[in-house]
């Protein structure tokens, strides 16, 4: 089968060559990868700046169909439309897998990342860590359930959100634009945040009902905070763009005793941040990392039963060997999500 892998460390060394077809385990699912859209991990991974297991199959974000269950497995037949979680393997023996927390598991293995992932033909997985797609929801929709279900491990399981709080959320890339979309199923008063090259995408968030939308690099970013929330600043912010200038300004707008959830991934593992406003302002700073099981089922419960449909951020759609191009568009902000056909 055809693959795409990471072939070497640094900058790009990524090859889309022939691999062997795999075959499952007993308690695993072999499933054809029908969508696998491009993430800012993948980005980072691209650019040699965050560290996988070399040579690896890319890709974590996928929907597919079911092609062949392990002998053990009775949840899953051949032909079900499924996506998985983006953990594989955990050690099963310490608390953070006791509580479920699998994401948090320092012996964790996950797809794409220590594990071959959804960049190819097909994919093995853990049956316990799929979900069956639910008929009402569309494959483009299904395969953004991932980015998703991190969403709402950030918004649902890492912070309270109430109704008609003023929420700021950095970045108008497909997590951020998601992540605003809950944000305001929740009854939250949501202020997206980007820059100049973010045009189009802040334009399809404001197609999609997000109420503020603002340009730092073209309006006082402090200045429009202050008159939407009556000069106290935003109750919380997310910052989704893993840039370290959005964190600072983060930590300028959000309000005294404000939460800060930071989502985005870093390109680098130091950064300064202002010691003293998390001093005296009393910000709490929170990490959120992926996703765990929980996550997934409140991202399928968020799709399925308010109906909810995230095709309108689907800019591109191309073969899995066009990947050069797909990671141009993605690169380049030209598109939003770029989803690949193997």
């Known amino acids: 089968m055809k693959a795409l892998r990471k072939t070497a460390e640094g900058y790009g060394n990524m090859e889309y060559i022939t691999v062997n077809e795999p075959y499952p385990k007993k308690d695993e699912l072999k499933i054809r990868v029908l969508l696998t859209g491009i993430c800012g991990s993948d980005i980072h991974a691209f650019k040699g700046e965050y560290n996988k297991k070399i040579p690896l199959t890319l890709g974590h974000e996928f929907v597919g169909e079911v092609t062949e269950v392990g002998s053990d497995v009775r949840k899953f037949n051949p032909e079900d439309i499924v996506v998985s979680e983006t953990t594989y393997e955990v050690c099963e023996k310490c608390r953070y897998c006791y509580e479920q927390d699998y994401n948090l598991c320092s012996r964790r293995k996950g797809l794409g990342t220590q594990v071959d992932g959804s960049f190819a033909e097909y994919i093995i997985v853990k049956a316990d860590r799929c979900h069956q797609v639910p008929k009402a929801v569309n494959l483009y929709s299904a395969a953004m359930l991932e980015p998703l279900a991190c969403c709402m491990h950030a918004v649902k399981e890492k912070t309270v959100v109430y109704s008609e709080e003023k929420i700021a959320v950095f970045g108008p890339g497909p997590i951020g634009i998601i992540l605003s979309l809950v944000l305001k199923s929740l009854g939250a008063e949501v202020i997206l945040i980007g820059i100049n090259q973010d045009e189009k995408r802040l334009q399809i968030a404001h197609e999609l009902g997000i109420p503020h939308i603002i340009n730092s690099q073209n309006q006082p970013l402090e200045d429009s905070i202050m008159s939407l929330t009556e000069d106290y600043g935003a109750d919380q912010v997310f910052e ?59 991202a399928v419960q968020w799709l399925e039963q308010e109906q909810n449909d995230l095709t309108p951020l689907v800019s591109k759609i191309t073969a899995l060997e066009n990947w050069e191009e797909a990671f141009h568009w993605t690169m380049s902000g030209e598109a939003l999500k770029v989803l690949m056909v193997p």
């Open 240 to 298: 989704c763009s893993g840039n370290i200038h959005a964190l600072h300004q983060a930590m300028e707008i959000v309000k005294k005793k404000g939460r800060i959830i930071q989502e985005g991934l870093f390109a680098e593992n130091m950064n300064p941040i202002s010691m003293d406003l998390l001093i005296h302002k009393e910000i709490e700073l929170i990490g959120s990392r992926t996703q765990k099981p929980s996550s997934w089922q409140l």
